[in-house]
């Protein structure tokens, strides 16, 4: 029997599939058959059923109407009958046929009363029951026995509700049909694929045996038959391997025999290329003859292409080097160690010579060993070499007989030569100098000034430039004045930079000052002799009489009633008495100095309680014009110090801002924390350092320069006499401020109001323990690993002290160029950077470099100054929080969290 056409392209697991699917949709078909008859039966009986009951009843009901004559309650059941869904007429039928009540649809009124229906009435008096099934109506006739006379009571049922039902039971089963038959597409799928899976594997190993993949085997997973032809398939590919190796071996060292000759002739042409291209003279020599020369050779020393092939080798060679190197090639070919790299002269074939420096090494032959020498003329390089000595020689002949330091550096200030005198001065041999920039020397303060010279030299090449005094640290760290004399000589050979000289004039300078400083010490101790003198003179005097102005009031006071009309002119009488022993005080003071500060003092707290004081409110009133404002750092630092000083001291910077604007105006008071980075030279030469600065400004008329210098002078005052006093204030604020360790910086200028700033070393001790919203616990950290960069000592003390109390491991290193090479070698969870270090790269650049190496670094910048340009550039770059010094425990310990936690 042949097969469908359309059979035989399809393939077996389609074909199996097929026939899986093909049996599931005939199981299908006669359980959604039979299914839908037997349950289309079950509701046309149940239908039935229940309305035969109903016909029954109203048979019943028929009986008792017509003993009651009550024929229109029958009427009326057979109306409500009639509504029902599926009853579509009711029929009371006499004997005879006649209708006497009918109910129902009127289609059916006539006709129904056939001789067959007739019939059927002797049937229906038989078995007292009996139906009918016409078209769409079921009929149900009941027989109703009056007296004697047999009527029927005839019930049309609708078939409507079981075609309904039988619709919803169709639908039913093809839903259940089509999720079983969805279920046989999976099952038939995987069962086609698990019939044919050896199969399949069979044809691909066929394929990959015809590619010559003859490792291919098949996974064989089963028992069956079509395994065991997987099975046959292994061994097969098995023993045609075992064939062919040995055939596709052979064919495979013919192929790399090819391909290797062919990679020779490559190889050897691109030597040859590369030999004959060669800006240096190379040749070869076998025993003692040239076999190969290359063009650039034969040009060297003046032959013709080939007249060098043949020669001996050392005719090549000046008579001076002939020996020389015929000894040094002997003692190559016998394997001996000979440099392989010297300078020769080479003679050419006009008998000229030049200077040229060779390389040599060993070449194997078949039969014997060669040379292959490279020559490179390096006749202008000894001209310049020699020019260059003698230029040195002369050089140093002039400087090292000196006693002016010379140095010469490049155009960034790189020492690249120092004289003697150096070392004679500074104290550093040249190993400690060369190599090192110039400000790595330079003071601090003077850095400024030496970079803007550094660029004018630069930009005026060869004019000599005279310098401010510079001042220059020796290797004991004394700092050297040096008067200067810089000149670019960056194009003249031999120098490429800039020449430095420069005379020590130290001890010319610290005279000077020493002479300054003594002046102005002589002037002060005089003057201070002089309100010593004064103060120690009436003292005693002052001292026993408002002895009584202050005492007796008091001893008066409590025995006068409080309503007595003498206590307030005893009061006034005490509080005079009182001020003039503030006066006799602040005269103590200036004469004595030397005020007693133990105490761990809050700044705050101090300034605070003044503006709370009488004393502010009086000056209020003198100066209603006068606006204060207030600007306190909220984690102020402590400072040991005196309260009474302290505060008699904001009172007089206070009073004298508000006396500086009669007519009303701004003054303004402040305090931070600040972080000194570099020495300040203003008023006051300020110190670097941990500092809790005051600032007191106004708006006021200013102060002229003429008057600047004097302020702080005993005695000098311009004030409204009467209100403010005796021309004291301003002293007691120096010397208050001097007995604290601290500094004072001014700035002001007439019509511009006046800035005093008050720098006030820290402490770290506590007054008592604050209780902070914040707990400690809130920025603990976990042992993550931490590199503090500072170039001040102090500072990585402090930050690596938090750091660690709070619970990192921290390292320290003082510049940025050793955070760099730290982070080399190793890393770190965080950097806690200084932006300012001097010398060497700063807090940027340092980010900048480690960046290169961790590209993912996080890191925070710290600094004295206020935030930059530069701190908000390393930001850009990754980094986070900027503090400012000094470190607060609270402030460095969130930021470093909060980096750490990003």
């Not at 022993?581 to 003092?601: F, K, M, P, S």
Request: with cysteine; charged share 25%; proline share 3%.
């Amino acid at each position: 029997m042949k097969s469908l056409p359309f059979i035989s392209k399809i393939g077996l697991f389609y074909k199996i599939a097929f026939l899986v699917l093909l049996t599931l949709i005939v199981a299908i078909g006669v359980a959604t058959t039979v299914s839908i008859r037997e349950q289309t039966e079950t509701i046309r009986v149940e239908l039935i059923k229940k309305n035969k009951t109903v016909s029954k009843h109203l048979a019943s009901s028929v009986k008792n109407a017509f003993w009651s004559l009550n024929w229109l309650f029958v009427e009326k059941q057979m109306k409500e009958i009639t509504k029902s869904e599926d009853v579509t007429f009711l029929k009371l039928v006499k004997p005879n046929g006649e209708v006497y009540l009918a109910s129902g649809n009127k289609e059916f009124e006539e006709g129904l009363l056939t001789p067959e229906l007739m019939n059927l009435e002797k049937q229906v008096l038989k078995d007292g029951l009996t139906s009918r099934s016409g078209g769409l109506i079921k009929l149900i006739i009941t027989p109703v026995k009056i007296g004697n006379d047999k009527w029927s009571l005839i019930m049309g049922l609708s078939l409507k509700q079981i075609e309904k039902a039988k619709r919803t039971i169709i639908k039913e089963n093809i839903v259940f049909g089509s999720t079983i038959f969805l279920l046989g597409v999976l099952v038939s799928f995987f069962f086609a694929r698990g019939m044919t899976r050896p199969i399949r594997q069979l044809v691909e190993g066929t394929k990959e045996i015809g590619k010559g993949n003859l490792d291919y085997r098949i996974e064989v997973k089963g028992l069956d038959e079509l395994w065991d032809l997987a099975n046959s398939f292994n061994d097969m590919a098995e023993n045609l391997k075992t064939t062919t190796t040995s055939r596709d071996q052979l064919a495979m060292e013919i192929n790399e025999r090819k391909q290797a000759e062919e990679s020779l002739r490559e190889s050897e042409k691109k030597y040859r290329t590369l030999v004959e291209a060669s800006f240096d003279g190379i040749f070869v020599q076998k025993g003692p003859k040239i076999i190969f020369a290359n063009h650039r050779l034969h040009n060297m020393l003046g032959y013709e292409e080939g007249q060098l092939l043949g020669l001996d080798h050392w005719l090549v060679y000046h008579p001076d080097y002939q020996k020389l190197t015929m000894e040094r090639a002997k003692a190559r070919m016998r394997g001996e160690k000979v440099t392989s790299q010297y300078e020769v002269k080479l003679q050419r074939k006009d008998k000229s010579w030049f200077y040229g420096e060779i390389s040599t090494r060993v070449i194997t032959f078949p039969e014997e060993s060669g040379i292959q020498v490279w020559v490179k003329d390096i006749t202008e390089r000894k001209k310049a070499d020699e020019a260059l000595r003698e230029s040195e020689e002369k050089f140093r002949a002039l400087t090292e007989n000196i006693s002016d330091i010379t140095l010469i550096t490049d155009k960034d200030g790189t020492i690249k030569y120092m004289s003697p005198s150096v070392e004679r001065t500074l104290l550093y041999s040249p190993e400690e100098v060369i190599g090192k920039n110039f400000s790595y020397f330079v003071y601090p303060g003077d850095y400024p000034d030496f970079i803007e010279l550094l660029e004018e030299v630069l930009h005026n090449p060869g004019k000599t430039i005279a310098t401010p005094d510079i001042r220059i640290r020796d290797k004991n760290s004394k700092w050297l004045y040096l008067e200067s004399l810089f000149t670019a000589m960056i194009d003249i050979p031999g120098v490429n930079g800039i020449v430095m000289n420069c005379r020590d004039i130290t001890d010319r300078i610290m005279a000077a000052e020493e002479k300054k400083t003594l002046e102005a010490q002589l002037r002060q101790a005089q003057k201070m002799e002089a309100v010593g003198t004064l103060a120690g003179g009436v003292a005693h005097d002052l001292n026993n009489i408002l002895s009584g102005l202050v005492s007796y009031p008091e001893l008066l006071l409590m025995d006068i009633p409080d309503d007595s009309p003498l206590r307030n002119p005893i009061l006034t009488i005490q509080q005079s008495g009182q001020k003039a022993a503030a006066i006799v005080q602040d005269l103590l003071t200036l004469a004595r100095r030397g005020v007693a500060v133990t105490e761990v003092v809050k700044l705050n707290d101090i300034i605070s309680e003044y503006l709370k004081s009488p004393e502010y409110e009086k000056m209020k009133s003198f100066y209603p014009g006068v606006e204060v404002q207030t600007n306190f750092e909220s984690d102020l630092l402590n400072i040991i110090g005196s309260p009474v000083h302290l505060s008699k001291t904001v009172m007089n910077l206070v009073s004298n801002a508000a006396e500086a604007t009669p007519d009303g105006g701004k003054v303004s008071i402040s305090t931070v924390n600040q972080y000194i980075d570099r020495p300040i030279r203003g008023y006051d030469h300020i110190e670097e350092g941990d500092y809790v600065t005051l600032t007191v400004s106004d708006t006021g008329i200013g102060i002229s320069s003429e008057d600047i210098d004097k302020i702080f002078e005993p005695f000098y005052t311009k004030k409204v006499m009467g209100r403010s006093g005796t021309g004291l204030g301003m002293a007691v604020v120096w010397g208050t401020v001097k007995d604290h360790k601290g500094y004072i910086d001014v700035q002001s200028s007439v019509g511009k109001g006046a800035t005093f700033m008050l720098y006030f070393p820290v402490t770290r001790k506590e007054i008592t323990k604050d209780e902070s919203l914040i707990s400690i616990e809130d920025y603990m950290g976990r042992g993550e690993s931490i590199l503090v960069v500072d170039d001040v000592k102090e500072q990585r003390d402090i930050a690596s002290g938090m750091l660690r109390k709070l619970g990192y491991s921290v390292t320290s290193v003082s510049s940025g160029e050793e955070a760099v090479e730290y982070m080399r070698d190793n890393s770190a969870d965080l950097l806690v950077l200084d932006m300012i270090m001097d010398p060497g790269i700063d807090g940027l650049e340092t980010y900048k470099k480690i960046l290169e190496l961790h590209p993912e670094q996080k890191a925070i910048i710290a600094s004295g100054f206020s935030e930059t340009d530069r701190v908000k550039e390393a930001q850009r770059l990754g980094a986070g929080a900027y503090i400012k010094k000094p470190y607060l425990l609270k402030k460095i310990g969130l930021a470093v969290k909060t980096e750490l936690d990003k």
